[in-house]
């Protein structure tokens, strides 16, 4: 059974401080992982694609991925109030099947 | 501009009364998808399509239909819906390629079913 799980929070952390998001996967062959941001009441929005192990930085957005735990992690640093918002894991199993976690939301404090 | 369009955003019906939500992309993308949202549970992949007359299941598929005749529509067709199809529903497309993995969403489609 695919299944990928996240906290669902929320997590809180003060402005300028960084925030860390994670997500664990069952299936063992997934190769696709995707962070997506889903501000209130919109849709998803891609941030991060990372298909091998260790980081992948894009401004203040690092993704981290460890096939052999099974994880994959979004840091985001120098985290501002705008960051507030639901963060969606996702894995990508065949043609176009995609999993998604339940969502972490982050919650930026001024 | 390039978007996902859904119609309609919201949608009020009783049970047993038959529905199609549709969805449209102006980008030319190849790839399709809908997905269903609830509280707890995050996205849900219901049907894709990877082109033109082809479709496949997703992990929750019961109750639903879709259809692709052409290349930018994809409507999702509720033939008798029920209560436990409450939910927000959102279509995304995608392109083909080395891009293919990144999926547009649409605004999302609100539907309630008394």
């Known amino acids: 059974q695919k299944e990928v799980e996240q906290n669902s929070g929320p997590l809180s952390v003060p402005e300028g401080a960084i925030a860390s998001l994670n997500c664990t996967y069952s299936?063992?062959?997934?190769?696709?992982f995707f962070w997506y941001r889903q501000y209130s009441g919109k849709s998803p929005e891609l941030i991060m694609s990372?298909?091998?192990?260790g980081d992948k930085e894009d401004g203040r957005f690092t993704a981290q991925l460890n096939k052999a735990s099974q994880y994959v992690s979004l840091l985001i640093r120098d985290s501002q109030p705008s960051d507030s918002a639901t963060y969606l894991c996702?894995?990508?199993?065949?043609?176009?099947?995609?999993?998604f976690g339940p969502g972490t939301r982050l919650s930026v404090l001024p | 501009e390039a978007q996902v369009t859904q119609n309609p955003r919201y949608l009020i019906t009783v049970t047993g009364k038959k529905l199609t939500v549709t969805c449209s992309q102006n980008?030319?993308?190849?790839?399709m998808s809908w997905y269903r949202q609830d509280p707890g549970l995050g996205l849900r992949q219901i049907y894709y399509?990877?082109?033109?007359?082809?479709?496949d299941k997703g992990d929750v598929p019961e109750g639903y239909k879709v259809s692709r005749k052409e290349k930018r529509n994809f409507p999702l067709i509720l033939e008798s819906p029920s209560p436990n199809q409450t939910s927000l529903y959102f279509c995304?497309?995608?392109?083909?390629?080395?891009?293919?993995?990144?999926?547009?969403f649409g605004p999302g489609t609100r539907l309630l079913v008394l």
């Open positions: 995304a497309s995608s392109p083909s390629g080395i891009n293919q993995e990144t999926q547009y």
């Open positions: 299936d063992r062959v997934s190769q696709s």
């Open positions: 990372i298909y091998s192990n």
């Open positions: 996702a894995v990508k199993h065949y043609g176009q099947n995609f999993v």
């Open positions: 980008m030319n993308h190849e790839y």
């Open positions: 399509s990877m082109n033109v007359e082809v479709t």
